[in-house]
């Protein structure tokens, strides 16, 4: 089956800093990578996802970058504010079977 | 349009009990799936269900766990004669039919799980 690793476990930065998330997945068959952001105690909500057929997608800071050849995707968050502080998960999915495999989260700290 | 809608949000058992959490898609979903989260850990995929269909249970364990999805109301996740290890937040998340086969999953709010 799948397997979704995720690195780092934490990472901290400083506010208006970038911070950059990594995961690599191990089915060449997966196209669906959506990323989820978790506050504590909440659910999580869906923050971005891309698609096999591109290779990077922007919604104003956050950008997510798919290498198919490496099997490797990655969250950008530029400008980084302290409300960007949570959880970030990172997920893989093949196209007709459509459970998530998640990697293992980034707890992401802003600093003022 | 009301997000996934999961009840109780916390619940208490004994060991032996029985715990059941349930699960009401959003509108026009018909697709359900069950992830349970450990602390500090990622969603684990359980079931996958549709309407009167267990489409994927592959996730779940084979013994106390029990999931349905009927053709009126919530899905339910049953899991019988609780024990400590079951101890987690378990979230429900739904998806639209898509005919680009991978599927959108937005998620309720969670049912904590306390085992005594």
């Known amino acids: 089956g799948e397997n979704v690793e995720q690195h780092p476990s934490t990472l901290s930065v400083q506010e208006g800093d970038s911070a950059v998330i990594k995961c690599t997945y191990s089915?060449?068959?997966?196209?669906?990578f959506p990323w989820y952001k978790q506050e504590l105690g909440k659910r999580p909500q869906l923050i971005i996802d891309?698609?096999?057929?591109?290779g990077e997608k922007k919604d104003q800071r956050i950008a997510v970058t798919l290498n198919k050849t490496a099997k490797h995707f990655s969250l950008h968050i530029t400008e980084t504010q302290p409300e960007d502080s949570a959880v970030y998960f990172c997920?893989?999915?093949?196209?007709?079977?459509?459970?998530?495999?998640f990697g293992k989260g980034t707890m992401l700290l802003v600093s003022p | 349009n009301a997000g996934v809608m999961q009840n109780p949000r916390h619940l208490v058992r004994r060991r032996g009990q029985e715990a059941r959490l349930r699960c009401s898609p959003m509108k026009g979903h018909s697709h359900v799936y069950w992830y349970r989260q450990l602390p500090e850990e990622g969603l684990k995929f359980m079931v996958y269900l549709q309407k009167e269909n267990i489409i994927d249970e592959s996730g779940m364990p084979k013994e106390r766990f029990s999931a349905e999805f009927p053709k009126e109301g919530p899905s339910i996740l049953r899991i019988q004669q609780v024990v400590r290890g079951d101890s987690a937040a378990y979230f429900c998340?739904?998806?639209?039919?898509?005919?680009?086969?991978?599927?959108?999953?937005?998620f309720g709010p969670g049912t904590r799980l306390t085992v005594l």
């Open positions: 997920a893989a999915s093949i196209s007709g079977y459509s459970t998530l495999t």
């Open positions: 891309i698609r096999s057929n591109v």
């Open positions: 998340a739904s998806s639209p039919p898509s005919l680009a086969g991978a599927y959108t999953q937005y």
């Open positions: 089915d060449s068959a997966s196209n669906y």
